[in-house]
């Protein structure tokens, strides 16, 4: 990747040389210089293409700093190297590149999706730490589909063997899928295989985990095994200390009463109804009067029972009467 000018003083802070107020001081006393000429203040270079020295001894520019996406695929270990005597793959041997790349957020063995590989240890703490509380998105399939109760209890926290309760997640059925189900699961933590624990303890079998975010950066269509550098947009975003995208916004959305008309348009009975659209049909309603029903049940006064009928056994041969009244 190619460099980029910044100031002289900043690029040998970095080098390690001391604080930028103590490097401004070496470029004032005339003890720098960029290609053979003594620098001066303000003076910009490039760390990659220009020969900088202090006192005539070069200095060796800090490393450049790489963010790579990649999509991580099933079987492969979220390491830099493996132990000794193991010879599985590793997210490392999937990027050719000389710089020297660690994993943000790590994926277990058997699980896929979104890792940031990068040098920035900076951005690596931040996105980890629970204190910033960034965000991460995981599509998970199911054996069975969980009914509501099972939900619910995800989403409040489950505690899990060693004792300890998850923070409340953000879960929901994505789609069907036979007898199983595809769930959205948004989490702010992260401990080793968590997801696959509860499952377990909720009595839903995970068959798979993709992880399609971290923080603001998406997984997007890399498929198993590609990777791409991530674009300037994306490394500021991820710097700056925001927790993420919203999840599910349509989960905290009120839902709108069932009579969303205004008050005042509302049908009333001994109103008069209020002005239509031409062409649109509408129901009319007329005042009450005295000869509609009460609303509700009713019964007589006591003493005032309707009397009972009184039913005869029919003779043979003849049909039963009904005997009213008189």
Same mark, same amino acid.
Not at 173 to 193: C, F, N, P, Q, T
């Given at each position: 990747?190619?460099?980029?000018?910044? *100031?002289?003083?900043?690029?040998?802070?970095?080098?390690? #040389?001391?604080?930028?107020?103590?490097?401004?001081?070496?470029?004032?006393?005339?003890?720098?210089?960029?290609?053979?000429?003594?620098?001066?203040?303000?003076?910009?270079?490039? %760390?990659?293409?220009?020969?900088?020295?202090?006192?005539?001894?070069?200095?060796?520019?800090?490393?450049?700093?790489?963010?790579?996406?990649? +999509?991580?695929?099933?079987?492969?270990?979220?390491?830099?190297?493996?132990?000794?005597?193991?010879?599985?793959?590793?997210?490392?041997?999937?990027?050719?590149?000389?710089?020297?790349? &660690?994993?943000?957020?790590? #994926?277990?063995?058997?699980?896929?999706?979104?890792?940031?590989?990068?040098?920035?240890?900076?951005?690596?703490?931040? =996105?980890?730490?629970?204190?910033?509380? +960034?965000?991460?998105?995981?599509? $998970?399939? #199911?054996? *069975?589909?969980?009914?509501?109760?099972?939900?619910?209890?995800?989403?409040?926290? $489950?505690? =899990?063997?060693?004792? &300890?309760?998850?923070?409340?997640?953000? $879960?929901?059925?994505?789609?069907?899928?036979?007898?199983?189900?595809?769930?959205?699961?948004?989490?702010?933590?992260?401990?080793?295989?968590?997801?696959?624990?509860?499952?377990?303890?909720?009595?839903?079998?995970?068959?798979?985990?993709?992880?399609?975010?971290?923080?603001?950066?998406?997984?997007? @269509? =890399?498929? %198993?095994?590609?990777?791409? &550098? #991530?674009? %300037?947009?994306?490394?500021?975003?991820?710097?700056?200390?925001?927790?993420?995208?919203?999840?599910? %916004?349509?989960?905290?959305?009120?839902?709108?009463?069932? @009579?969303?008309?205004?008050?005042?348009?509302?049908?009333?009975?001994?109103?008069?109804?209020?002005?239509?659209?031409?062409?649109?049909?509408?129901?009319?309603?007329?005042?009450? @009067?005295?000869?509609?029903?009460?609303?509700?049940?009713?019964?007589?006064?006591?003493?005032?029972?309707?009397?009972?009928?009184?039913?005869?056994?029919?003779?043979?041969?003849?049909?039963?009467?009904?005997?009213?009244?008189?």
């Amino acid at each position: 990747m190619d460099g980029m000018e910044e *100031r002289l003083q900043k690029i040998m802070a970095q080098a390690g #040389l001391g604080s930028r107020r103590d490097c401004e001081e070496y470029i004032i006393a005339g003890r720098v210089r960029v290609n053979g000429t003594v620098a001066v203040i303000g003076q910009k270079a490039d %760390p990659v293409t220009d020969k900088i020295s202090v006192d005539g001894r070069a200095i060796k520019p800090a490393e450049q700093k790489v963010y790579i996406a990649l +999509h991580k695929p099933r079987y492969v270990l979220s390491t830099v190297d493996a132990e000794q005597g193991d010879s599985r793959q590793t997210v490392r041997d999937l990027i050719p590149v000389s710089e020297r790349l &660690y994993p943000v957020g790590r #994926l277990d063995f058997e699980s896929e999706g979104l890792v940031l590989m990068t040098n920035d240890g900076e951005l690596a703490q931040k =996105l980890t730490h629970p204190s910033h509380g +960034h965000s991460k998105e995981y599509r $998970v399939l #199911l054996a *069975r589909q969980p009914d509501t109760e099972q939900l619910a209890t995800w989403q409040r926290g $489950v505690v =899990l063997e060693d004792g &300890y309760k998850t923070q409340r997640a953000e $879960v929901r059925i994505d789609s069907l899928a036979g007898k199983g189900a595809w769930l959205r699961i948004v989490m702010r933590e992260g401990r080793k295989r968590q997801i696959r624990e509860i499952g377990a303890i909720l009595a839903l079998p995970v068959v798979r985990i993709v992880r399609v975010r971290i923080g603001n950066l998406l997984l997007g @269509n =890399l498929k %198993p095994g590609e990777w791409r &550098y #991530l674009t %300037p947009q994306e490394i500021v975003a991820l710097k700056e200390d925001r927790p993420g995208l919203p999840a599910f %916004p349509d989960m905290t959305r009120k839902k709108p009463p069932l @009579n969303t008309r205004p008050k005042a348009e509302r049908k009333i009975p001994g109103r008069t109804p209020p002005p239509t659209t031409p062409g649109k049909p509408t129901r009319r309603t007329r005042p009450p @009067n005295e000869t509609d029903r009460p609303k509700g049940r009713t019964r007589p006064p006591s003493g005032m029972d309707k009397p009972a009928v009184r039913r005869e056994r029919p003779e043979a041969g003849r049909k039963p009467s009904i005997r009213k009244p008189r």
